[in-house]
Structures are given as C-alpha cells and as structure tokens.
C-alpha cells in the first residue's frame, strides 16, 4: 500500500494505467482492515489542495472508497484565455510597499478570475458560424448563389434576394449597428430604409437631388445622407429633421457609435465632426489634399482613415488638424479603404490594380495582391471575410492577412458596375449595391454569430431601445478621448517631474520652488544708496550657484582620490615580482 | 415547446450541380449562421426581455473610455446626491455636553446637556422619549451598562449616578438607582465592556466597583486633572486617558501603577480606540490636529490628521474601524480614514455652532453631532448614501459605480469633482491663512538650516514634531 499512495493520483480516469486500476480494487477491499491508509492519503491531498485551489481534492475519496474521476473545476482551454486577457501582467511592487503590493495581488486574482468566467462562458455560446468547405480539388468561389440557395432551408434561403431598381442607381447602401435595418441611396436622389429581413418598408422617398451618401445614426430611427450641396438628417419615417448647411458637398460619412459622432469627407477637401447627441460641430479639419472620396474608419479606435488621390493614406482624429499617420500605399490614387474589428489590419486598394493588407499597429505591409481589374469598394466582416468590387463582380476572400490567397472564396456577378459593398452585422450577408439596385448575398461565416444582447441586440423590444440609447448617451465617449490607442487611459501616465511641477504650480497658484527673490531691506542714514543696494545684492547674488559649485568641486575630488588609490593598489601590486617575471623579456 | 435542435442552429446541406460545359459534380458542405428568433425574443408579455450575452472584448470595443465616462458621470451623481443632513432634534434648553450610545439598541440614544438635564431620544421616530433632570450643573459624562439596562452619568455636582434605562411608570418618580457622592468633579466616565466595573476620571483615574461606594483603586501620575477616560474595547482591562498636562496616559487596571504616558505639545480633548485594530487610538488635540497611537510605540504617532482650523473636540471611531469622525471647535465635522492625513469628508451647516460631543452608530450609516446651540444633528456617514432597502440591481449598480470611482479615482478631472467641498467663508480663508503659516514656519527653518553647522539643526518629521516625551 505504501507504495500506491507514493505515486500521483491522476488527475483524469483515462491518464491511469490499467495496474492503478487494479491496486483501486485492492484499495476498495483492504479499505475496511486498514482504516489508517484513507487517512494519510486526505493529510498528503490537503497539501496539494492549498496550492491548487479546487482541483487538490485528486485523490479524495468518498465513503464508498470511490474517487472522484473529474476532480475540481474543468481546465479552460489556453486559447480562450487568451481571447481575454486585458493588457500584460505587471511585476509585483517590492515588498517593503506592501499596502500596493497586496492590492496589486488581489487585483489580479480577480481579474484572473474574470478571464477564467468569461472563458467559460465563451464555450457555452449557442451558436456556430457559417461555413463553406468544397470538397478536395473544387473552388468554393464556382458555387453561385442558387446552389447555396437550394442546399440551405428557406429562411436561410430567403437571405439571398434581389432588388431591381434600376431607374436611380447606382446605390449606396448601410446597415444598422444591429444588421437588422438596410438604408439604400441611389445616387439620383432615391433614398428608402427597410427592415431587409422582413422585407418591411420603413420609408421611401426621392430626394430629388444627388446622393453622395447615405449612413445610420445610432439607431435605426435616424439617418443621415449626404446629398449634392448639404448634409440632412431624416427620420425612419423620411421626414427631414435637419439640413446641416455647415456640412457642405459631403462625398463620404462615417459614423462612429460610441462617440456619436459623424465624420463627413467632402468634396472640398474638409473633414468633419458632427456630434449627433448634441447636434453641433465638433471640428472642421482642411486635409488640403483635395477631393475626398475615400474613408474609412478604425472601429477599434475610432481614427478615420482617408484615402487620396497621390497614393497616401492619413489617418485623423477630431484632437489634431494635421494627420496622426501618413502612409504611403499605392501608386496612383487610392480606389478604397477597408479596416478590421480588431483595428489590427488594413486594406487598401489602388488605382496600381493592387490590394495591399497593411498591419495598422506597426504600420508594415503583410500582403500584396494584384487584382486584374483593381478593386473599387473594400468591406471587411466581423470574421475578417474580405470582399472587393471589380467591376461588377464582387469577389469575397478569406484570410488575407494570413498566408498569401490565389482565389477568392466566393464570387458572384451583380447586374451593374458595383457602387457600395457593406458585410451585415451577426449575419452571413453581403449587401451589394450597384447600377440595377441592391443584392444581398449569402457569405457563409461572414458575420459573429452571437451577439451580445447589451450592445447590439438584433432582435430588441422598442422598450429595449430605448432603454439602450439612454444608457448609450449617458456613456457617450468625448471625442478628446480619440487617440491610437484606446486604453491608454488605463495605463499609468509616468508624466514627468517637469509635468508634475507645473500641474502643482497651477492648483497652488505659486511656485513653491521658486527662488525667490532677494529684496534688500531698507536702511536708514544713506545706506540704501542704490550703489550699496547693488553691492548687497551682488553679495548674495549667485549664493545657490556657489553651493552647486562648492558640491560639484567636493564630488570631483571625491573621485581624484578615489581613482589615485585604485592606481596606487594597482602600482603597488604591480611592484609584486611573480615567478613568471623571469620569462619576461 | 419546440425543441431548438429541429430548427437547428447550423443548417447544414450537400450542394450538388452539373457544370454542363465540363460535366463535372461539384460537392461542398454549406453551413450558415440562422438564428431561431424563438431563442433571442420573450415567449410571452409576462416574461422579462432576453438577454443573450458574449463577452468578446472585439465586441465591446472602447471598454477603458466607456468605463471612464461612466465613473465620471458616477462622480458627478455622488456630488449631486451628496445631502448628508438628515434631521435636527431639538428640545434641550442648554448645549448639548455629551452623548451616549445604546449597546443593545440602535434606535436609542442619550444625550446630556449643560443644565443637567439628560435626554433619551428615539432616532426612528426623531423624538425624545424621556427626559430627567440628571444633575445641578453640567452632565459631564454619561455611559449605557454593557447590557444596556442601566446606564451611568457623571456631573459638575461631584456626584455618579446610575439609572434605570426604562422609563419609570405613571406615578413613580425619577430617582436614580444609585449615587455616589464623590470627592471631587469627576470629567468622564466609561464602562467595563464584560465585568461590573466602571472608570471616571478628574483629578485622578478611579476605578469603581458598581457595588461599592468607594473606588477599588486610584490612579494619578503627577497631574492635576484629566478630561477623558476610555476602555479598550477588546483588551477590555486597559485603560486611556487624558490628562491636562498635555499627556495621554495608558493603564493597565490589574497593576497599582500607570503603564506610560506620552507628553504632546499640546493637550489632547478626548481620544478613541479603533474598535477592530484595537492597539490603536486616535486623540483629538487643541492644536487643530488628530493623532493615531499605536498604543506599543508612543514615541512617534502612527498618522497625524489635518484640516481642523481650530481646537478638535471630540472623536469616534465607526464600528468598521476604518474611518472615524471628529467634531471641531471651527464648527464643522470632518470624517477621516483611519490612515490618511486628510479628511474624506467635511459636514457643516450655517446653523451649527462649535460641535462638543459626536458619536458614530453601531450600524456604520450615521453620525450624531451635538453642539452648542442645544441641538443634535443626525447625519448620514456617507454622504450620497441612499437610505433604505436596495434592490439587488440598485445595489449591484451601486457596488459597480463605486469600484469604477475607485479605479478611476486619480484621474485629475475625477479626482478634482470628488475632492470638491463648498466651505464655510471662515473656515476656507483660514485655510488658507494656516497654510501660509506653515509654509512660512517652514521656510524659516529650511533658511536656519542652510545658515548653520551642517548637522547642528536635524530635520524633525511632522509626526515627531508633537512628542515632546515618552514616560515609562
């Protein structure tokens, strides 16, 4: 017995080899003559236990002499950890900082705890993404629409549809945060929002004017579209609400959600900022690089990216009138400009014919890709599904980040020459807008699959809503707090002493270091004469420079005696004759 | 009830086709993503909402700004709230001298005043409840028995006496159940928390038996008089004091002889142990200050509290032992961490004169201030505080606000909201005024220094700065 007991207990019924299985039999039998061996074996588990939290109880046996063959609490895959950890771990404040230390400590362990709960609970999602897979030897991108159609049920089916509005085309399109609302502009003034699943008309209507643009609010009640000389606001029902003279000749809107702002590129070459909750302008930056007709935005940190017609790339925020980051990408103009979830990776294409995948945070080119035709209008999924818009055929690719793709993943042909591609949101949707109206296509594994009920709930209540958009407003971020990095503000500013001193110098409303300065007293009887006032002055004059001087001096000498001692010892083991000395010549 | 698994999440199919111009089959599997609406909407009005979560942080982006704003409203929301003046029981015809705490109730308290006549107050209903005329001359002193069925007051008229803690029946009259007549004023008194034994200190500390007449032993270390005596609540045979030669005295009431004692620069009014880290206490000074001793190494107080700008009166620690609360001459009251300098929290109205006695209640949530316009004031402990019953949500909101304040809490628009105090003109300008003073004091020594032997004038830290001595 005293053998068994030294070997590990497994922590899983399968890890144990067929002769532990045998000496558990024994266990069971000789338990009842020998009630001391349970015993020691809970005395030796119990060390274990303290280290390891729940899964010491390894070898814990019940009455029956059974043990428990999954002990403690299901391991989490290192992967789905990984997904969410926050930041790295710092090292510990030194000990003798020990009210730090321990709230340091306990920080961690519950911030480590999150991660595990948050792990866990990612395993428990209900649903799965989409896949497409050919067999081997067969390209996914041969296998149109109707197949995928008929393969899949009706619902799913009913996905892939059709609008033929062939009279203002082309069309810009947007979906909503949820993916539940579709907004489509045809570029002759014809604007209507539908709830594209259900197929219900929300409005329609011709503005009877030129539509650059159209995009979503915060929610579906509002919109925005851009049209020929003005920027309007109109509501779900096509009543206009606002028409924003300060927003002129708008070619391209972007609008950032957590901020509630919309960002404008116009055709003067002016970027700027509306903040919708308020209605007012935040800032109005002249790019003075010319027409604007291509833009994009980081949803990771909220920076708009515009393309320009010299090949660059810029990136902008409402904080600084002169571009964070000016990257050159193309030769010749560029055509679009796509950015990922993550804020990781960029796309671009050019009027070179080529799509460039660009890594945003070290700003490095990953890929080139030549496209025979060049692509005129880039949009990424929430996966990371890549399409572009050659013509009129609209080319889905998977993983372009990765290892370099030959063929596309899906491709489909729309009617008319492409004019906007937008992926749905927590749906396997392409919405592709063109010369002939608007197609939705079926991306199988293009949208998240699950989404998070806070945020983005597709199929919330009008209560719910509401209740959303207050929380929504009541958190919306300052466009000051728009930077590359979004968490900064979580991370320790290591301002300098400089820094500090002035901050100090502004809440005191003096200088407490300041030297101050000397004012000779008044003396009576002609000795404030100004020639002795400059005398006395002159005595104290450099009184501080003269300690500096004076420490400096001590400090150097310091030094001097310290290097003639070194030379001394040096000499003086020098003078030491060695046996070897003979051989020297 | 439909099954999920018949409408399936994944839908999943073989796709079969005929190229006619290569006569080749093409195979794939297709799955895509369909939700079932079933699963994400309410079955019926009656249901609450569904709320489907996923904690994907790229699903939640801008988490740190989001949760800065949220702690910045929740600051503002504090300030807003912050209405810590609950409720004003007036009757008595004098200031109010003393108060004491109910041990067993926390509904009841005691407050005596400088006529000598004692009030016992019901704080649910705000009304007082009984009111007897103690003494001749100032209530100086009051303490409730252990058991709470008795308590004791002490009085300018030389004498201690217990009475019964329930109100006498129709008929009868007021009559303590026992006086002693002593020698002397006595100051203050406390009692034993286990055994029937009670301190009072004047001109020197006696310790009485409830059955005697005579104390059972005397302690006097060379002063004349003292102004507070305390128990320790936990090593309950030790003994505080203050004394008026600027000392604080310790005791041990087994021993015939004082412990030790520590002479300040200033004299101390009235001290409290912390109720949890029970080798501690704080002493309320005339010099504006507050000083935490760890009762094992006098020589150095452990923290000095400042932001009185006048005589600090009166101190009491709350049960947790984390905070406690000091009444001022400057009529304000301040609520310190138990290990910072400086105050979390200044209470003052524009009626309130100088505050004589507080005390902190068991339940951790109010504070009571008596003072000398003859009213008590009964304060919330935290100021945007919401009374009464919380539901979980409110609750979970709460505790979520405040940890986000907390981790929030330096950055400097934050930190300036929640720092923010509306201050009486006196006391705000005095402030000020103590603040050139000291920088002044300082900056005279930092010039002494510069133009003496290096050496010969030491730098004394502001916490030995006020320990003149340590008597063994």
Known sequence: MGETHQIQPPTRYWERTEEDGKNDGKKQKEGDNNEQTPQQNNTRTKKGGKRGGKRGGAGKKVISGKSDPFPGSAPVPEEKLKKFRRGVKGELPPRPQYKLRDVVIRSEAASDLAQKQNARYDLMLPEDAGFLEGDEDEDTCTISQDDIVDAVDITAGAKYFNLTLSQFGPYRLDYSKTGRHLLLGGRRGHVTCLDWQSKQLMCEMNVMETVNDVKWLHSEALFAVAQKKWLYIYDNKGIELHCIRKFNDVLRMQFLPYHFLLATASATGFLQYLDVSVGKEVVAICTKAGRLDVMAHNPHNAIIHLGHSNGTVTLWTPNQREPLVKMLCHQGGVRSVAVDKTGTYMVTSGMDKKLKVYDIRAYRPLQSYFLPAGASCLSLSQRGLLSAATGDIVQVYRDVWGIPVTKPYMAHRAKGSVWGVHFCPFEDVLGVGHGEGFTSMVVPGAGEPNFDGLDANPYRSAKQRQEWEVKALLEKIQPELIGLDPSQLSQVDHSTWEQRHEDRVQVLGFDPLAKEKFTPRLKTKGRSSSGKVEKRKKQVAHEDQRDVIRQTVEDRMKIDKERKEKEKKKAAAAGQKSALDRFRK | ?472
């Open chain 2, 1 to 472: 009830m439909v099954s999920p698994k018949i409408f399936g999440n994944v839908l999943s199919g073989r796709c079969k086709r005929n190229q006619q111009t290569h006569f080749r089959q093409i195979r794939a599997d297709i799955a895509l993503n369909i939700r079932n609406p079933d699963d994400y909407v309410r079955e019926t009005k009656l249901d609450i909402q569904r709320v489907p979560r996923n904690y994907d942080p790229s699903l939640h982006p801008f988490e740190v700004p989001r949760e800065y704003t949220r702690a910045l409203n929740a600051t503002k929301l504090e300030r807003v709230f912050a209405k810590p003046f609950l409720a004003s029981l007036d009757g008595h015809r004098d200031g109010v001298n003393c108060m004491a705490k109910h041990p067993k109730s926390l509904s009841t308290m005691l407050s005596g005043s400088c006529d000598g006549e004692l009030k016992v107050w019901n704080l649910t209903k705000r009304e007082c409840v009984r009111t007897l005329q103690a003494h001749e001359g100032f209530v100086r002193g009051m303490v409730v028995r252990f058991c709470g069925t008795s308590f004791f007051t002490v009085g300018d008229d030389k004498t201690i006496k217990q009475w019964k803690m329930e109100t006498p029946g129709y008929g009868e009259e007021e009559e303590p159940l026992n006086t002693i007549l002593g020698k002397s004023v006595f100051t203050s008194i406390d009692h034993h928390q286990k055994e029937g034994v009670f301190v009072t200190c004047g001109q020197q500390v006696d310790i009485w038996d409830e059955q005697r007449s005579s104390p059972i032993r005397s302690f006097s270390w060379g002063v004349d008089s003292f102004s507070c005596v305390r128990f320790n609540p936990v090593e309950t045979e030790l003994l505080a004091s203050c004394a008026s030669d600027r000392s604080i005295v310790l005791y041990d009431m087994r021993e015939a002889t004082p412990l030790k004692k520590v002479i300040m620069s200033m004299r101390s009014n009235t001290l409290c142990w912390n109720p949890m880290e029970a080798y501690h206490f704080t002493c309320s000074n005339e010099d504006y200050n507050l000083y935490t001793y760890d009762m094992r190494y006098l020589d150095k107080p452990f923290t000095v509290h400042m932001d009185h700008v006048s005589a600090v009166l009166d101190v009491d620690y709350s049960p947790t032992g984390k905070e406690f609360v000091s009444a001022s001459f400057d009529k304000t009251i301040r609520i310190f961490p138990k290990d910072s300098g400086h105050s979390r929290e200044v209470y003052h109205t524009k009626r309130m004169q100088h505050v004589i006695s507080i005390k902190w209640s068991s339940d951790n949530k109010y504070i009571l201030s008596a003072s000398d316009e003859m009213n008590i004031r009964l304060w919330k402990a935290n100021a945007a505080e919401k009374l009464g019953l919380l539901a979980p949500r409110e609750k979970a909101a709460v505790n979520y606000s405040q940890k986000l304040k907390e981790k929030f809490q330096h950055h400097p628009q934050i930190r300036r909201i929640s720092h923010h105090r509306h201050l009486p003109k006196s006391i705000y300008s005095q402030t000020k005024e103590l603040r050139v003073m000291k920088e002044a004091r300082r900056r005279k020594e930092r010039n002494v220094r510069k133009h003496s032997k290096p050496g010969s004038m030491p730098v004394v830290t502001e916490k030995e700065k006020h320990v003149v001595t340590v008597v063994k």
